[in-house]
């Protein structure tokens, strides 16, 4: 079957390094896959014990706010006086080459940032409860924020590994096939040709 590549050594050569090429790239992308399913479901493994730990977190905070409530009446003024965290940071992690944030926050103290003649130990109980839910709340949103990222890159993957697989190898193997076989064809026109040339060579001489 004519590939519209003609039937040359060179071409033969070039495409026999191409499919080469495919092959390595075939693998790597195999094993860059694994090695990206491996990471993934590590995080999945990590982001179940965090959605459990956080589900707790966030009961536990809400029955302390509401004791505190019930001891104290509105916190809203009390809850002003906390400050603003700033301490969030994203650097991007690498993973075979696929770029993904890491999301942490800083650990800062957790000293008292209203009075405590008019305040009652339940709002110390919520602060720090809610300061776990932050906690683990940042850690969850780093792991589903790497997921995402890396889901994507596997499907990418994928795509590039079957259409390598599909595609770009069979179409070099079939190339090969046909100026392998087409320069065969030649060399056994060629040999033909001198046979002739030589049987009437002798005939001559004869």
């Not at 040359?8 to 094993?31: C, I, P, Q, V």
């Not at 809850?79 to 603003?84: E, H, I, L, W």
């Not at 709340?137 to 994928?158: F, G, H, N, P």
């Given at each position: 079957?004519?590939?519209?590549?003609?039937?040359?050594?060179?071409?033969?050569?070039a495409a026999?390094?191409?499919?080469?090429?495919?092959?390595?790239?075939?693998?790597?992308?195999?094993?860059?896959?694994?090695?990206?399913?491996?990471?993934?479901?590590?995080l999945?493994?990590?982001?179940?014990t965090?959605?459990?730990?956080?589900?707790?977190?966030?009961?536990?905070?809400?029955?302390?706010?509401?004791?505190?409530?019930?001891?104290?009446?509105?916190?809203?003024?009390?809850?002003?006086?906390?400050?603003?965290?700033?301490?969030?940071q994203?650097?991007?992690?690498?993973?075979?080459?696929?770029?993904?944030?890491?999301?942490?926050?800083?650990?800062?103290?957790?000293?008292?940032?209203?009075?405590?003649?008019?305040?009652?130990?339940?709002?110390?109980?919520?602060?720090?409860?809610?300061?776990?839910?932050?906690?683990?709340?940042?850690?969850?949103?780093?792991?589903e924020s790497?997921v995402?990222?890396?889901?994507?890159?596997?499907s990418?993957?994928?795509k590039?590994?079957?259409?390598?697989?599909n595609?770009?190898?069979?179409?070099?193997?079939?190339?090969?096939?046909?100026?392998?076989?087409?320069l065969e064809?030649?060399?056994?026109?060629?040999?033909?040709?001198?046979?002739?040339?030589?049987?009437?060579?002798?005939?001559?001489?004869?």
């Amino acid at each position: 079957m004519a590939t519209g590549t003609a039937p040359t050594k060179n071409n033969l050569m070039a495409a026999k390094k191409s499919l080469e090429l495919a092959k390595t790239g075939y693998d790597l992308m195999g094993k860059k896959k694994n090695i990206l399913v491996r990471e993934i479901m590590t995080l999945l493994d990590r982001a179940e014990t965090i959605q459990s730990e956080i589900e707790l977190a966030y009961t536990d905070a809400y029955e302390k706010i509401k004791k505190a409530h019930l001891f104290m009446g509105s916190c809203i003024e009390y809850a002003r006086s906390v400050p603003v965290d700033d301490s969030l940071q994203i650097v991007l992690r690498s993973v075979m080459g696929v770029e993904h944030p890491e999301i942490t926050i800083g650990e800062r103290e957790k000293g008292i940032h209203y009075g405590l003649t008019s305040t009652a130990s339940q709002l110390d109980d919520a602060y720090l409860a809610f300061e776990n839910v932050k906690r683990l709340t940042v850690q969850l949103a780093d792991i589903e924020s790497s997921v995402i990222r890396l889901a994507d890159a596997i499907s990418k993957t994928q795509k590039r590994t079957n259409a390598l697989n599909n595609i770009m190898i069979p179409r070099l193997q079939e190339e090969i096939k046909f100026i392998t076989d087409a320069l065969e064809e030649k060399d056994r026109e060629d040999f033909s040709r001198l046979k002739v040339i030589k049987n009437t060579g002798s005939e001559e001489d004869a």
